[in-house]
């Protein structure tokens, strides 16, 4: 069994999700394919390798992972959930960026906004009364790749809404 395969495994194991067939597939496709992807996307990349799953199975299960913290979701209006790869889903708290030419996306080691966080936090309450308890946050622009061919996506939309 490749490192790969055994690190999935704990992965799935620490969500406490059983291992599955279909579940190692989905997290072997998205983390060899370092972007974001729909769920129909997975099930055509699935296919490709044979692993026998309909759609409402992948889209079952990319949802169970995704509650489970090993896929990471990015929304954009009128467009479909799209899914990564989080190498760290039970790791330390970091945050993802997102290529919105190519769809690649990265992670960020630790917190970006560690610095800022108090008082960013003292703003946030005192504009709603909430007693904050942590974010999520996440960046989307071009990356390295599409800069050099000139695909830069600009303005990055800013009606865009990511969570996680
Ligand atoms: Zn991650
Ligand atoms: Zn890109
Ligand atoms: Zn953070």
């Not at 800022?116 to 003292?122: I, P, Q, R, V």
Request: proline letters at 4%; one cysteine or more; charged letters at 30%.
């Amino acid at each position: 069994m490749d490192k790969n395969k055994a690190e999935h495994k704990s992965r799935l194991r620490d969500a406490g999700l059983k291992v599955t067939r279909i579940r190692m597939a989905i997290l072997d496709l998205v983390m060899r394919e370092q972007r974001h992807m729909t769920a129909d996307e997975i099930t055509a990349g699935l296919r490709r390798e044979r692993v026998p799953a309909d759609r409402v199975t992948i889209y079952r299960n990319v949802d169970r992972m995704i509650r489970g913290g090993l896929l990471v979701a990015t929304h954009m209006p009128g467009r479909a959930l799209r899914v990564g790869y989080c190498s760290r889903p039970t790791g330390p708290h970091h945050h993802h960026i997102v290529c919105c030419s190519c769809g690649r996306l990265a992670e960020l080691d630790g917190c970006v906004v560690r610095d800022a966080w108090g008082e960013l936090k003292d703003q946030v309450q005192e504009r709603t009364g909430f007693d904050l308890a942590g974010h999520r946050l996440q960046f989307f622009g071009t990356c390295p790749n599409c800069l050099a061919a000139g695909r830069r996506v600009e303005p990055c939309p800013d009606e865009v809404h990511l969570s996680s």
